[in-house]
């Protein structure tokens, strides 16, 4: 049966808006000078044998202020401009008149490690700030040890989720290359102040980002409200969560963002298709946070984005609707049809890991071995997209609302 909530409405709009500014985000943060071609790539590795150079650049910043400092060069472009990789895992790029020096340095690129990235966050955020680490995470928190501790747990079990689902001979995944952070402001306020300077007017509607720029999640105190005393258990914390289902949602999100963009699911600088990133992390953002692992359900029907698509597909789903989200990331971007179009990912990643796994890790890997910086036309989204799955994209598509309908009985 189909039917529409209100409420439910509001707040699937209140969480796709939110994940709407992020993709703002990284295209904004990706979006390198005209000047800028890709030349060379280099891929940074923790294996001793195959860890590319240290290099110490020199080079003006945006405010014009000159600024040294050590990484890995991902990108060297004819003209002489670079992407640099940093020991924290951001990406930075100078163009060659930002450029006044390139240093080849005796030794490899490692990240940084758990003392440096410490200090380097404690100097960064300042008094109020904590570093928790946890396996694979660097949490650097205001919202107290219990909250942190709480949020570790959450993404070093859905870290453990992830690889457990996609880890394959013939998919094999790594570990991340550079530190995996998540940044956690004490409440919204404090984190609207932050998110505002890098989203603008975007930051009002959101709940957290991730950002390939940075490689970071900036993230808040989901339990801390106006006038309510602060979750003192871990069981206060999940009965408090369990009030706002959506926001947790966006946390799982983002984290799984983070986690497929280090772990070799994709890669950070290269054409990434957004129904594909998107498709991955509404695949995993349902929580059951009833059950100790908190994943029981993976693999289920999304029950927020299957109702949109259903609406979808019954009133404004147009015949080349599959053709235009494999060729172009343009309904994201478009207010009118984001909420449509994040639907579909879900709808269609989900038809396609449940129907055609093989193929689309197959997909998958193509995607994560495309060059640094190298934007594929719509054309060229499609073919590739065709070079795996066949040519005949009709029959595909009746195949893909014939399984939806079946699973949204
Ligand atoms: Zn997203």
């Not at 295209?27 to 110490?56: G, I, K």
């Not at 904590?130 to 219990?146: D, M, N, P, W, Y």
């Not at 909420?339 to 055609?356: M, Q, R, V």
């Not at 060059?371 to 066949?390: D, H």
């Amino acid at each position: 049966m189909i039917w529409r909530d209100y409420r439910s409405d509001a707040l699937i709009r209140q969480a796709a808006t939110t994940v709407c500014t992020l993709l703002v985000v990284l295209c904004n943060c990706l979006a390198l000078p005209e000047t800028l071609s890709a030349q060379t790539s280099v891929r940074p590795s923790s294996s001793e044998e195959t860890a590319p150079p240290l290099y110490e650049f020199t080079f003006l910043d945006e405010q014009k202020q000159e600024q040294t400092l050590k990484g890995a060069l991902i990108v060297e472009a004819r003209d002489g401009g670079v992407v640099m990789q940093t020991r924290d895992g951001r990406l930075l790029t100078a163009t060659p008149e930002q450029l006044k020096a390139k240093r080849r340095l005796e030794e490899p690129f490692t990240p940084l490690g758990k003392a440096e990235l410490t200090e380097q966050l404690t100097r960064e955020f300042g008094p109020g700030f904590e570093v928790t680490q946890t396996k694979h995470f660097t949490i650097c928190s205001q919202a107290g040890k219990r909250y942190s501790q709480w949020c570790g747990y959450l993404f070093e079990r859905l870290y453990k989720v992830l690889h457990n689902y996609w880890d394959s001979k013939e998919l094999p995944l790594h570990e991340p290359e550079v530190p995996l952070i998540a940044v956690i402001f004490k409440d919204r306020a404090a984190f609207e102040a932050y998110a505002s300077q890098i989203l603008g007017e975007g930051a009002a509607g959101t709940h957290g980002f991730y950002s390939i720029q940075s490689n970071r999640m900036v993230l808040y105190d989901l339990t801390a409200a106006p006038g309510e005393r602060p979750a003192f258990t871990d069981a206060d914390i999940i009965r408090k969560l369990r009030k706002s289902p959506f926001n947790i949602a966006t946390v799982i999100h983002e984290c799984t963002h983070q986690i497929a963009f280090n772990v070799g699911l994709h890669t950070r600088f290269a054409d990434n298709p957004l129904w594909l990133t998107e498709g991955m992390a509404t695949y995993f953002e349902t929580p059951d946070l009833g059950n100790k692992t908190g994943w029981r359900t993976v693999g289920r029907p999304n029950p927020w984005r299957i109702r949109q698509f259903v609406d979808y597909a019954r009133s404004r789903r147009k015949a080349d609707s599959l053709q235009t989200l494999i060729a172009s990331d343009q309904r994201f971007q478009d207010a009118e049809t984001v909420l449509d179009t994040y639907a579909e990912a879900w709808a269609f990643s989900y038809f396609l890991i449940k129907t055609h796994r093989k193929q689309y890790e197959e997909y998958l890997r193509l995607i994560a071995a495309r060059k640094p910086l190298i934007w594929a036309t719509p054309e060229e989204r499609l073919q590739v997209f065709q070079s795996v799955f066949g040519d005949d994209l009709d029959r595909l598509n009746q195949e893909f609302l014939n399984y939806m309908r079946q699973i949204s009985r």
